[in-house]
């Protein structure tokens, strides 16, 4: 019976040694990787909600966090004001079409663009809950170097 005990024991340590296989960045975005790019030009999103405030809040908050991780951002605010004295505040025009002249005007390396599906806030637990798809394209090529979609819960309670 301890011959079995001690079998057991032993495979079991055995097959815990096992090693695990680690993926690169470079093997998750190997698009992302090849292109480089350096300078982000973040569109105004593509709001498919009944919330009109939505574009606003949601497109006021996206800089930060590319800028954190290093990225050059056009300033959103710049860009929109430019944007909309052109008549080009609709991103659904240019998701699709070629991105080059983004790249002319504003020497964007890529075009970051945004889908708002559903936003919702919640009056009484003071959530914001936003079903958010990105699209990061380039304005040479015009692949898609990106894409991610989520669910974000912000909670805007304040504890005193």
Do not use: H
């Not at 350096?38 to 996206?62: C, H, R």
């Not at 954190?68 to 052109?86: H, N, Q, R, T």
Request: charged share 20%; proline share 4%.
């Amino acid at each position: 019976m301890k011959k079995y005990i001690y079998l057991l024991l032993a495979s079991v340590i055995l097959a815990s040694c096992g090693t695990t296989a680690t993926t690169t960045r470079g093997d998750s975005y190997p698009k992302m990787y090849a292109e480089k790019p350096l300078t982000i030009l973040v569109m105004p999103p593509i709001n498919k909600t009944v919330n009109v405030e939505a574009k606003e809040y949601f497109y006021t908050s996206m800089a930060m966090p590319l800028a954190e991780k290093g990225y050059y951002v056009i300033s959103p605010f710049l860009a929109m004001d430019f944007l909309k004295s052109e008549s080009a505040y609709d991103s659904e025009m240019y998701i699709d079409g070629s991105l080059t002249a983004f790249k002319n005007v504003f020497g964007a390396d890529v075009a970051l663009f945004t889908i708002i599906n559903q936003w919702s806030k919640s009056t009484i637990g003071s959530v914001i809950t936003v079903d958010i798809e990105y699209i990061l394209k380039s304005t040479t090529s015009n692949e898609v170097l990106f894409t991610r979609k989520g669910v974000l819960r912000v909670d805007t309670s304040v504890n005193s």
